[in-house]
């Protein structure tokens, strides 16, 4: 009876933070807010980067740096409104009687991953297409993007419900989210230049399992400090 009881208990958790995530995607559809501000931020600075050292030969070690500071940053400016648009329509109050906390996490996590995909499905390719940046190991690089993209979703997200409430939103959120997410830069960063080089120069495994582990250390931490947070 109690195994019941937890299966249900997890399906009804499951079932709430799709119906959070569906109502959070279609309302972005109408708005598109933030879907506008991670890409437009993205694709400015891809040809402003583009521009600025075309000229040059820059190396692989430049390339993958700058590829992740472009993700980083153009994730920043749009994975905040998750908890902000809440705050401004005046529904969060109304979110906490219809869901659990874990269940609100959930759903607003789940947008955010897929928010970060949709716009790295653009910048990525066209990054690539217009740096002439020769990717060898192309399962490396999406096994980095992947996991990356987890470790930013789940520290932006849990990030954005503290700075919900401040006035100084946008700001705020890359300065509190930069050193909490600055090991996904390092790794991803690392784990591209190998898939970048003909020749691995070290072990991806390791550095993988670390973009892996970071992911669930940070989304583990937001469930469970999301109630404090949320209910402040």
């Known amino acids: 009876m109690e195994s019941l009881n937890q299966k249900q208990g997890l399906l009804q958790t499951g079932t709430n933070a799709y119906l959070i995530f569906k109502k959070d995607l279609l309302q972005e559809f109408k708005t598109r807010y933030a879907l506008n501000a991670i890409f437009l931020f993205a ?4 040809f402003a980067v583009s521009f600025a050292i075309g000229t040059f030969n820059a190396s692989s070690d430049i390339l993958s740096a700058l590829l992740w500071i472009i993700l980083f940053f153009a994730s920043m400016s749009g994975l905040s409104h998750i908890f902000v648009r809440e ?18 996490f959930l759903g607003k ?20 297409a217009i ?33 919900a409430k401040s006035n100084a939103r946008g700001a705020l959120f890359t300065v509190l989210a930069f050193p909490i997410l600055l090991p996904v830069l390092v790794t991803g960063i690392s784990v591209t230049k ?12 390791s550095e ?4 892996f582990a970071f992911a669930i250390v940070i989304i583990t931490a937001g469930i469970l400090l999301f109630d404090f947070i949320w209910n402040e």
């Open 131 to 163: 740096m002439n940046f020769t990717i060898y190991h192309i399962l490396l690089l999406a096994a980095a993007l992947l996991f990356g993209t987890f470790g930013l979703a789940g520290g932006g997200t849990i990030v954005a419900a503290i700075i």
């Open 43 to 46: 694709l400015v600075t891809l």
């Open 87 to 104: 705050e401004e329509a005046h529904t969060a109050d109304t979110l906490k009687l219809v869901a659990k906390p874990t269940e609100i």
């Open 109 to 128: 996590l789940i947008f955010n991953i897929v928010l970060l995909f949709m716009v790295e499905l653009l910048v990525v390719p066209l990054y690539v």
């Open 194 to 205: 190998n898939a970048a080089t003909e020749k691995l120069f070290s072990n991806p495994v």
């Open 208 to 211: 993988l399992q670390s973009l």
